[in-house]
């Protein structure tokens, strides 16, 4: 499938393409040496929650950075666990506060 976006280490950003999937617990990032089967690389880990945890059935382990067994885990996209996205959105909004002062950027056609 094409659609699955690229794995980055929830620690360092390093790309986590060479991880073979699923991902094992004995999995470590090869730029930082983080395991990657833990909650801070898993789509289930939200520092909102209480647990740090979406999925209420998981019981999370006191180490959200360590390899742990959680037959819940699925691996996020990104850095912290959070989207890929923020970045992107963060970028839209300066290039907004930019054509607000000088209007629209020029065509480059
Ligand atoms: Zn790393």
Known sequence: MSGQPALACWN???????????????????????????????????S?????????????????????FCEWFGPAGGPSGGPAGDARRAADAARARLEALFGPAPDET
Request: some cysteine.
């Open 48 to 68: 909102r929650v209480s647990g740090q945890c979406t999925e209420g059935r998981a019981e999370p382990p006191n180490d959200r950075t360590a390899a742990n």
């Open 12 to 46: 360092c950003g390093a790309s986590l393409a060479d991880v073979a999937l699923p991902i094992s617990r004995h999995a470590f990032c090869a730029a930082c040496g983080e395991a990657v089967h833990c909650c801070r690389q898993c789509v289930n880990f939200d």
